[in-house]
């Protein structure tokens, strides 16, 4: 099946970046769309940003103009790039990819997530 692996979490203070990478591993037939969503303590998982196959982006109201998606298809590797970060981007992120690992098969895919933390 499809394994994804989210790496680049961490803490940094409000105002800095930080950038997030996930690599889709196993067998994988076709990546489809790829997305990053979060979950903060106490609240539901909600969408940060995605991007299709053709490159095409969309973005949470709260990401645009801060965070940029972007993958490598080549290596089945989304990136989510963050700037100018506040208090309430402190979430888990997870790593969600749409793929085939076989013909006649697709299905959404999630990882296990990191942790980013906004903080003084």
């Known amino acids: 099946q499809v394994q994804l692996v989210e790496s680049g979490g961490g803490l940094v203070q409000p105002g800095g970046s930080l950038g997030l990478s996930c690599a889709a591993s196993?067998?994988?037939?076709?990546?489809?769309?790829m997305g990053w969503y979060r979950q903060a303590p106490g609240k539901q998982r909600e969408l940060v940003a995605t991007?299709?196959?053709?490159?095409?982006?969309n973005y949470d109201d709260s990401a645009k103009g801060r965070f940029t998606i972007s993958r490598d298809s080549r290596n089945n590797t989304v990136y989510l790039q963050m700037n100018r970060l506040r208090p309430e981007d402190t979430a888990v992120y997870y790593c969600?990819?749409?793929?085939?690992?076989?013909?006649?098969?697709?299905?959404?895919?999630w990882g296990r997530g990191t942790q980013v933390t906004v903080s003084s």
């Open positions: 991007i299709t196959s053709s490159d095409s982006t």
């Open positions: 969600n990819a749409e793929a085939s690992p076989h013909l006649g098969f697709r299905s959404n895919y």
């Open positions: 196993g067998t994988i037939l076709r990546l489809y769309a």
